[in-house]
């Protein structure tokens, strides 16, 4: 391991800080209330740890693939810091990899994905404080905005940086958003009835829809 190898990794200070700042960042926009919100929050969280740990400590994945990559990219220093950017490094960017099309499209869905989450809670704070459905702003266009948002981030940091571990980690943490979700949906519908239904009939859950149908049926009735 040389010298240049060893600043590019090892840095676990990195890993504590970057992981702080990302998770407080975001825990500032969601302010997780319920049992359920701690629960999605701490597994992004718990992503966002895994992410950083092998950006700035150890890359795991870049041992476990080295004898692959070593023959099929022979001319790349894959334990330098600039390969962890796996996508620009095996799709041929010469350039500076943080100004390599794939991280730079990260940076587009990580910022969506706190607006929508930031956006969502809004919305959702004045329902909940004023006892009734949460229908306008994102919810006019999708049901779930908050775990569209974190399923954002997620994808944004996979375009980044790919890891074998994250990689395992998103379609689950996906799946665990949808079961949330379904749940969220069912105590709803237990409250608030026909309003919920005629919402979601008109609302999808997570692929947001730009029409906003629900308040075009609202003004329409």
Known sequence: MNHETIQAYGLWGLVVLNSAVFILFA?????????????????????????????YGFPLTIYLLSGWLQSRFPGIDWLSHDAGHLLEMLFGWQGNPHFGPFHLASFAFI?????????????????????????????RHVRHPQYVGFISIMFGFLLQWPTLL???MFPVLTWMYLHLAISEERESEARFGNDWRRYASATPRFIPSLRGKFGEEDGKS
Do not use: C, H, N
């Open 166 to 168: 994250t990689l395992v």
């Open 27 to 55: 825990l500032s926009f969601f302010k997780p209330q319920s049992k359920r919100d701690w629960r999605s929050f701490s597994a992004f969280s718990a992503f966002l740890v895994a992410l950083f740990a092998e950006m």
């Open 111 to 139: 910022g969506l994905g706190f607006w929508l989450i930031a956006a969502g809670w809004r919305e959702l704070y004045r329902a909940q404080r004023e006892g009734r459905l949460a229908t306008e702003g994102l919810y």
